[in-house]
């Protein structure tokens, strides 16, 4: 199994403090040492951090804590290998682009039979994953369901929310997808959220010692809302996602349709 | 304008002199100082990295230059804005999957109303340069002509030599592109290559006081061949490529077509 991140502002912000505690649970404090990756939306472009080493371990990950980038989406994941070896292709969150944007992926959860029943149209994997398998047939249905980006978002939301429910049917599918402005969360079994609003306090990571006073950080209008497999904070009341459900957030909140 | 720096080699080599020499460039001795890029294959994945800032002052270029990651086939940009802001989405090596494999593409020149002129098939930009325009026009037109890569890479190799050549005629078009085993190099100005193999001697570089012996890093079957605008070392001889031509490296040897 692995260990999803992701986080979605209204304001640049810096992902520093989740991602230092999801990425202590890559061999540290938790077993998911099989790879990692990090996409940071800026704007339209991305960054992206991977690496099929363990994420405590790695000098990438060390690069990123320290990195100060601030954005308003960002994707993270880390991996315990079931489907598919260690190796740098096979680490999340895979990224394609469709009209015009990076789309990106990230899947916790064990999809058996995915691979060989759900056919692929023109996106296709690179590595051996089922994730990467589900990704590129979710963009394939997508794509060939709108030429172009829909007027109504809504029915794009409708098709992910009808596609989620498909890739249900083969076992545990939690994700988390971007197209850089909305986060499309889905649970089947784990993925808890929490949003954070003015007045600001202060939170204390679970997996070391770390805290942050978040009035410091922000200021009142800031919304910032962080999605984790498992709450990376104690002393802060996270939700837990209905099963079956899908959730999208845009600038921090939670968009209905 | 912007420089261009590749390489092919045989077996997983670190590409830390050549990017080094490349990346002082970036604002340093040189002018290219709008952003950077550098995609390495690790078998089918890639690490890529990528920073708006000068080259010669980014934290990110600095972790690349000391990570070790060793690699066959890698691709590396520094920029010099003309066409597009300085934006992170404007960087290049552009990325694109195709038949699952991971493209990259980097380009040298400015290509005069390339934008209004190629239509564009399933692949669309997502920044605003002519280069990733003409990367997605590029395979567009491969996708369209093959649903799957050719068993005859020679009807492959033609194919991306008369879209070069088409290229050519709206200005300046050197470029370096990849699906992960071949380079594909073209030259329409200036583009410079050179291949090392043993016995391996000792190289300098031109823009700062780094030598390197290769005898000391490499066996007696590596074949490493570099590519870039201006060479990147002194006490060598580099070659130029025939303006107007493809050259084609695959395991730091090029290859005929």
């Not at 099929?52 to 980038?69: C, E, M």
């Not at 709450?231 to 959730?247: A, C, N, S």
């Amino acid at each position: 199994m692995c260990q999803l991140m992701g986080m979605s502002a209204n304001v640049p912000t810096d992902a520093q403090f989740s991602f230092t505690g999801l990425i202590e649970r890559g061999g540290g404090t938790d077993i998911h040492r099989d790879g990692w990756g990090i996409v940071f939306y800026r704007g339209r472009g991305i960054h992206e951090f991977r690496d099929p080493q363990p994420g405590f371990d790695s000098d990438i990950a060390r690069l990123v804590k320290v990195s100060g980038i601030k954005s308003k989406t960002v994707i993270s994941h880390i991996r315990r290998a079931n489907v598919g070896n260690i190796r740098i292709e096979n680490t999340h969150p895979f990224v394609r682009e469709l009209w015009g944007n990076y789309w990106t992926f990230a899947h916790n959860g064990q999809l058996r039979g995915a691979k060989k029943e759900l056919a692929l149209g023109r996106f296709r994997p690179v590595g051996t994953t089922d994730s990467e398998h589900v990704f590129c047939w979710m963009l394939g249905r997508i794509s060939a369901a709108f030429c172009d980006r829909p007027d109504s978002g809504k029915k794009l939301s409708r098709l992910i929310a009808d596609l989620s429910a498909q890739l249900n049917e083969f076992g545990v599918c939690n994700f988390l997808m971007s197209d850089s402005r909305f986060i499309y969360a889905h649970c089947s079994s784990r993925l808890h959220w929490i949003t954070r609003r003015a007045p600001f306090g202060v939170a204390r990571l679970k997996d070391l010692e770390m805290t942050v006073d978040f009035s410091a950080e922000t200021t009142e209008k800031d919304v910032v809302t962080i999605i984790a497999t498992e709450p990376l904070t104690r002393d802060e009341r996270w939700h837990l996602i209905d099963k079956g459900k899908l959730m999208i957030w845009k600038d921090g909140r939670t968009q209905s349709f």
